[in-house]
């Protein structure tokens, strides 16, 4: 069965730093390209980033861009997102996800909470 | 970015009824298009990917079409289970970007 289990999320002040951490297992985890989204309380989905599964090639929005550092340790089956200078608006729960784009493996994490709040 | 507009942002519907959710994309994409179902306090669940293939294990009522710029998502035959948000979703380039969802509430 495939699980992916977020870790991380605590409450920081604007400004702070906090690294979140995703445990995949369940699946050959360097066979796939993984993704961060986020979903601000009460809306909707943003995607943040993605890191393909050798760690050669990473993708931002722009809204994070400069900020956020996306990693992985494939020897760990682990998943990270570095997240720097951070906002109130990142204020959101970030899932760690496998997006299937044209293959049906398509999986999500439950989430962990970040807050920004000073 | 890609900008991903779906409409309505939210409606009212009974069970048993045929609705349908578009989503419009800023420039083409082909048929690089995911949809997802959310419910509140879950993560989202992919229904349909490139454009009109469905998940294992969603089932049949649910249906998807379009390429371009121009997408829809159908439900034939509402049922309770379906009352939730549903997002779309551009995998065609970078950043991925999602439609700002539609919830579907109970009439």
């Known amino acids: 069965e495939v699980q992916l289990v977020e870790s991380g999320g605590v409450v920081v002040q604007p400004g702070g730093s906090l690294r979140l951490s995703c445990a995949a297992s369940?699946?050959?985890?360097?066979?796939?390209?993984m993704h961060w989204v986020r979903q601000a309380p009460g809306k909707g989905l943003e995607w943040v980033s993605l890191?393909?599964?050798?760690?050669?090639?990473?993708y931002y929005a722009d809204s994070v861009k400069g900020r956020f550092t996306i990693s992985r340790d494939n020897s760990k089956n682990s998943l990270y997102l570095q997240m720097n200078s951070l906002r109130t608006e990142d204020t959101a729960l970030y899932y760690c996800?496998?997006?299937?784009?044209?293959?049906?493996?398509?999986?999500w994490g439950q989430g962990t909470l970040v807050t920004v709040s000073s | 970015a890609i900008r991903m507009t779906q409409s309505p942002s939210s409606f009212s519907a009974s069970t048993g009824d045929r609705v349908t959710i578009t989503c419009r994309a800023s420039?083409?994409?082909?048929?690089?298009l995911a949809w997802y179902q959310q419910k509140p306090g879950k993560a989202p669940k992919l229904l349909i990917y490139?454009?009109?293939t469905l998940q294992s294990g969603v089932p049949s009522r649910f249906s998807g079409s379009g390429s371009g710029t121009d997408f829809t998502l159908t439900i034939s035959c509402l049922q309770s289970e379906d009352f939730a948000t549903y997002y779309c979703?551009?995998?065609?380039?970078?950043?991925?970007?999602f439609g700002q969802g539609t919830r579907l509430e109970i009439k």
């Open positions: 890191i393909s599964w050798d760690g050669g090639s990473t």
């Open positions: 996800a496998i997006l299937g784009g044209d293959r049906p493996f398509d999986y």
């Open positions: 369940g699946f050959t985890f360097d066979d796939y390209t």
């Open positions: 490139a454009a009109s």
């Open positions: 979703q551009q995998y065609y380039s970078y950043p991925f970007t």
């Open positions: 420039q083409g994409i082909s048929s690089y």
